[in-house]
């Protein structure tokens, strides 16, 4: 698993003793956390060891993982994204208004076709824009972002005007309720996008030249890579992926609250990749350990949870995980 | 950057960062005119002062915030720690004001203090460390509370301070006005000032140069805290009650108007007054909102003053992007 987390241009090695002991906990700790909380709980909680827990757990961290790998790919290359819980919004509350007839009339089964695609393009268009801020104009990506985080919920606040869209419609909630051979829809989709995710970036040349756009762009400009090309497909996969979220979010709630939709995503999924590995500051991502990442802050809430402890106090203990995690990375950083 | 190349002929402003200052005050003072100009009761004292009244929390947080995005970093906590300082006030506000006053800034000034030393000392990015905070200052302000809000006695000198007023002037409002009294004295005419720019500008030299780095970075955290703490009093003292689940977004509206007011987010430049005039601008964009929609002629929703608020960012971002291509050699 940790041939996954990939970097660029790092002399690896005659890495000292210590050094290979950090990089150690740096590459596994994720995993080894996510080994002991599961022992711990199927130790301690009972009906841990349940068909039921795995679903329930891996349902509650689909959309954050997502988004998650979407996040990954963006601060592999040196960005951030904020717009992502507002993207959510616009997909999630656009899929309604489609199928539903209320944008403008459609027959029942185009309208969910176009409920399923149109709601992913916009979002990935609003990526695009993301993209071109930050390329075109050389506007730091967390200026950049924070203008459709703060004008994105807003667009989808002013479609609905506010107002709750209840639904029911099986065909479009398939992929946030549906099921194939007992496991949740919305589980293999994660799980697919995870699996491409990590192939693109460790075998293919547009994962190499992300990785070295982020580690170090006036080198990767220099040797000829189309930097500013990479960097606007990475905020559009990242804006695809939150909407496609979006739309599991609603399909799996039965209603679409523009208000609520994604809201504080962008920050469950940077911290999603913090803890899975991933250097914030571009040019090392592992897809897998943002996977392992999302699952371990779902799980120490869920064993928090389970053994009484208030939803409030898990807060305070992720806001603990996080700088552990982070403070792990930057000694294995430093000591190579 | 430096002067050795010659300068393009684009290059027609003498100072073009000073001049996005002036924008933002310049946009703001159409602004007033056009709402003076169209609606009745604008410029009225009611809408002014709770105007202000309202607003006064906001400018508090643009202003730490102002002072930590001039050293490089940033400060996602605000929200956060506003929401545990409207809590600890409403609590401590049972021993009177002063008492009210001085837990919730203090509050605040200790959760500054976490996100200095987290940055200084583990050497966390700022944007990490201060969202680690964020979270933490929420689930604390949740465990005091009880998860609900925390109820504040009227009648009370804490009540008064949020929502009576001095000389004709709402006392949160002096509060914010002298905050940035002091915020501009210290910037731009105290030595201190002086070195948190340097530190901004480049930390290594301003090493070398023999400044404290850790030092001035922790204290404008624990401004930064103590700052947002102070809004989450005001917020306990004007709505009477602690708010745990209060301040949500506070930290971007806050970077929004520090970006409007022409500071960039690199670090090294910055500006209290413009800082001031786009935590105005942006919330005087709603204010007019209201009143448009007060008129008649349309209706837009108050969900529109967020899309509102995202295009002048744009606006103003990509005004600013121009200037600072025009400066830049390549």
Redesign the interface.
């Given at each position: 698993m940790a041939d996954t987390s990939v970097q660029v241009h790092r002399p690896a090695e005659a890495a000292p003793r210590r050094a290979s002991m950090a990089e150690a906990v740096r590459r596994y700790g994720v995993l080894v956390a996510l080994v002991l909380l599961i022992l711990f709980n199927a130790a301690f909680t009972p009906n841990f060891l349940s068909w039921q827990t795995v679903n329930v757990n891996l349902t509650q961290v689909c959309a954050i993982v997502i988004v998650g790998v979407g996040m990954t790919l963006v601060i592999a290359a040196g960005g951030i994204d904020l717009s992502v819980g507002s993207l959510m919004a616009i997909s999630g509350t656009l899929a309604p208004l489609i199928f539903m007839g209320k944008l403008f009339p459609v027959s029942p089964g185009l309208g969910l076709a176009l409920a399923f695609t149109v709601p992913i393009v916009a979002a990935a268009l609003l990526g695009l824009f993301n993209g071109w801020l930050v390329t075109r104009f050389r506007i730091q990506p967390i200026v950049a972002t924070l203008v459709l985080f703060i004008a994105g919920r807003g667009i989808a606040q002013v479609m609905t005007n506010g107002n709750l869209q209840v639904f029911k419609e099986p065909t479009f909630q398939f992929i946030g309720l549906g099921r194939v051979l007992g496991v949740p829809v919305q589980v293999i989709l994660m799980a697919i996008i995870v699996a491409v995710a990590g192939y693109a970036l460790t075998r293919t040349v547009f994962g190499r030249q992300l990785l070295a756009v982020g580690g170090n762009p006036r080198a990767a400009r220099l040797s000829g890579i189309a930097s500013k090309s990479i960097s606007r497909w990475v905020y559009a996969i990242s804006g695809a992926l939150a909407g496609l979220a979006g739309l599991i979010v609603v399909a799996r709630n039965g209603a679409a609250d523009a208000n609520l939709v994604g809201l504080g995503m962008e920050l469950d999924a940077i911290a999603a990749v913090a803890v899975g590995g991933t250097l914030l500051t571009g040019g090392r991502a592992s897809v897998i350990g943002t996977l392992l990442g999302a699952l371990v802050i779902q799980l120490v809430r869920y064993t928090l949870l389970a053994n009484g402890v208030p939803d409030a106090a898990a807060l305070v203990v992720k806001a603990g995980l996080i700088i552990l995690a982070v403070w792990i990375q930057q000694r294995a950083k430093g000591s190579s | 950057m430096t002067a050795v190349a010659p300068a393009p002929a684009r290059r027609t402003l003498r100072n073009p960062r000073a001049m996005a200052r002036w924008g933002v005050v310049l946009a703001l003072v159409a602004l007033i005119l056009f709402g003076w100009a169209r609606y009745d009761n604008f410029l009225s004292e009611y809408n002014i002062l709770s105007f202000l009244r309202y607003n006064s929390m906001f400018a508090l947080i643009a202003l730490g915030m102002c002072f930590v995005i001039i050293t490089g970093g940033?400060d996602l906590s605000v929200g956060g720690v506003a929401a545990l300082g409207s809590v600890v006030a409403a609590y401590a506000s049972g021993y009177g004001l002063a008492a009210g006053v001085a837990a919730g800034t203090g509050a605040g000034l200790l959760a500054g203090l976490i996100n200095g030393l987290?940055v200084t000392r583990?050497?966390?990015?700022p944007?990490?460390?201060t969202?680690?905070?964020?979270?933490?200052a929420?689930?604390?302000?949740?465990?005091l509370a009880g998860?609900q809000s925390v109820s504040v006695s009227w009648d009370t000198a804490f009540i008064t301070f949020g929502q009576n007023d001095f000389l004709g002037f709402p006392i949160p409002a002096w509060v914010m006005l002298a905050a940035f009294v002091i915020g501009w004295v210290v910037l731009e005419h105290r030595p201190i000032g002086r070195r948190i720019l340097a530190v901004g500008g480049s930390e290594d030299a301003s090493r070398l140069m023999g400044l404290s780095v850790e030092t001035i970075l922790t204290g404008v955290y624990m401004a930064s805290g103590a700052l947002a703490g102070l809004a989450g009093v005001i917020l306990a003292a004007q709505f009477g009650a602690g708010q745990p689940t209060e301040g949500?977004g506070w930290e971007?509206f806050a970077?929004?108007s520090v970006?409007v007011g022409g500071t960039l987010?690199?670090g090294g430049v910055g500006s209290v007054a413009a800082t001031f005039a786009g935590a105005m601008l942006l919330a005087l964009l709603f204010n007019v909102l209201n009143f448009e929609n007060g008129k008649g002629w349309i209706s837009l929703?108050a969900?529109?003053?967020?899309?509102?608020?995202?295009?002048f960012?744009?606006l103003f971002?990509?005004i600013q992007?121009?200037i600072?291509?025009g400066e830049e050699d390549d």
């Amino acid at each position: 698993m940790a041939d996954t987390s990939v970097q660029v241009h790092r002399p690896a090695e005659a890495a000292p003793r210590r050094a290979s002991m950090a990089e150690a906990v740096r590459r596994y700790g994720v995993l080894v956390a996510l080994v002991l909380l599961i022992l711990f709980n199927a130790a301690f909680t009972p009906n841990f060891l349940s068909w039921q827990t795995v679903n329930v757990n891996l349902t509650q961290v689909c959309a954050i993982v997502i988004v998650g790998v979407g996040m990954t790919l963006v601060i592999a290359a040196g960005g951030i994204d904020l717009s992502v819980g507002s993207l959510m919004a616009i997909s999630g509350t656009l899929a309604p208004l489609i199928f539903m007839g209320k944008l403008f009339p459609v027959s029942p089964g185009l309208g969910l076709a176009l409920a399923f695609t149109v709601p992913i393009v916009a979002a990935a268009l609003l990526g695009l824009f993301n993209g071109w801020l930050v390329t075109r104009f050389r506007i730091q990506p967390i200026v950049a972002t924070l203008v459709l985080f703060i004008a994105g919920r807003g667009i989808a606040q002013v479609m609905t005007n506010g107002n709750l869209q209840v639904f029911k419609e099986p065909t479009f909630q398939f992929i946030g309720l549906g099921r194939v051979l007992g496991v949740p829809v919305q589980v293999i989709l994660m799980a697919i996008i995870v699996a491409v995710a990590g192939y693109a970036l460790t075998r293919t040349v547009f994962g190499r030249q992300l990785l070295a756009v982020g580690g170090n762009p006036r080198a990767a400009r220099l040797s000829g890579i189309a930097s500013k090309s990479i960097s606007r497909w990475v905020y559009a996969i990242s804006g695809a992926l939150a909407g496609l979220a979006g739309l599991i979010v609603v399909a799996r709630n039965g209603a679409a609250d523009a208000n609520l939709v994604g809201l504080g995503m962008e920050l469950d999924a940077i911290a999603a990749v913090a803890v899975g590995g991933t250097l914030l500051t571009g040019g090392r991502a592992s897809v897998i350990g943002t996977l392992l990442g999302a699952l371990v802050i779902q799980l120490v809430r869920y064993t928090l949870l389970a053994n009484g402890v208030p939803d409030a106090a898990a807060l305070v203990v992720k806001a603990g995980l996080i700088i552990l995690a982070v403070w792990i990375q930057q000694r294995a950083k430093g000591s190579s | 950057m430096t002067a050795v190349a010659p300068a393009p002929a684009r290059r027609t402003l003498r100072n073009p960062r000073a001049m996005a200052r002036w924008g933002v005050v310049l946009a703001l003072v159409a602004l007033i005119l056009f709402g003076w100009a169209r609606y009745d009761n604008f410029l009225s004292e009611y809408n002014i002062l709770s105007f202000l009244r309202y607003n006064s929390m906001f400018a508090l947080i643009a202003l730490g915030m102002c002072f930590v995005i001039i050293t490089g970093g940033i400060d996602l906590s605000v929200g956060g720690v506003a929401a545990l300082g409207s809590v600890v006030a409403a609590y401590a506000s049972g021993y009177g004001l002063a008492a009210g006053v001085a837990a919730g800034t203090g509050a605040g000034l200790l959760a500054g203090l976490i996100n200095g030393l987290v940055v200084t000392r583990l050497k966390i990015a700022p944007f990490i460390a201060t969202l680690a905070m964020m979270l933490a200052a929420y689930g604390t302000a949740l465990l005091l509370a009880g998860n609900q809000s925390v109820s504040v006695s009227w009648d009370t000198a804490f009540i008064t301070f949020g929502q009576n007023d001095f000389l004709g002037f709402p006392i949160p409002a002096w509060v914010m006005l002298a905050a940035f009294v002091i915020g501009w004295v210290v910037l731009e005419h105290r030595p201190i000032g002086r070195r948190i720019l340097a530190v901004g500008g480049s930390e290594d030299a301003s090493r070398l140069m023999g400044l404290s780095v850790e030092t001035i970075l922790t204290g404008v955290y624990m401004a930064s805290g103590a700052l947002a703490g102070l809004a989450g009093v005001i917020l306990a003292a004007q709505f009477g009650a602690g708010q745990p689940t209060e301040g949500v977004g506070w930290e971007l509206f806050a970077i929004a108007s520090v970006v409007v007011g022409g500071t960039l987010l690199t670090g090294g430049v910055g500006s209290v007054a413009a800082t001031f005039a786009g935590a105005m601008l942006l919330a005087l964009l709603f204010n007019v909102l209201n009143f448009e929609n007060g008129k008649g002629w349309i209706s837009l929703s108050a969900y529109w003053q967020s899309v509102i608020r995202g295009a002048f960012l744009l606006l103003f971002v990509l005004i600013q992007a121009r200037i600072a291509t025009g400066e830049e050699d390549d």
